[in-house]
């Protein structure tokens, strides 16, 4: 798995090898608490981490999400994608927000930008909820149509003939034609 922030220039961090991503999701799942802890108190202010720190934690995350939300579709994969971006481009403009240095215009700028994130971020979930309903919704369905034909070729006698896939003959004495 790739890091998910470019090195910084200077750094003397030697390339970590290649984890596969079931390892490092599992890795992420175990530290979950730990980890949004550090995020929260990171956004707050009440903890600085360093650069290092916070991408090993989003690349936990990430690694983490992606398992837990198992995209089961091309869609479904972008819709995941960008929603992992867009909480993490809020998280960044909670982090510049705080920023005393900063003027009040700009700080509030960023915070306003922020909410415009986790509002779209609120968005791409339902869209992804959504379309996962619907997919069970066409599963569903798509039972129910076999389970009544099944019900219907029992009660002309041909479950034989339904469950093997063949039709029956036309006069329905349950042999296949």
Known sequence: MT??????????EAPQPARHWKDVAAEGRAGRTGRIAREVED?????????????SDRQLGVAAALADLTPGDEVEGQLTSQL????????????AARDTLKEERVRLAYLSHAARMVSLYARHIGKLE??????????????ERAET????????????????GTKSAPGGNGRAA
């Open 149 to 164: 034909a099944l019900l219907e070729a029992a009660l002309r006698g041909d479950l034989g003939a339904a469950r093997n």
């Open 3 to 12: 890091d998910l922030l470019p090195t910084e220039a200077g750094a003397s």
């Open 43 to 55: 956004c707050l202010g009440v903890a600085e981490l360093p650069a290092g720190e916070i991408r």
């Open 84 to 95: 992992l971006t867009v909480h993490g481009m809020a998280m960044d403009c909670v982090r």
């Open 130 to 143: 959504q379309r996962r309903d619907a997919a069970e919704w066409r599963a569903v369905t798509r039972r």
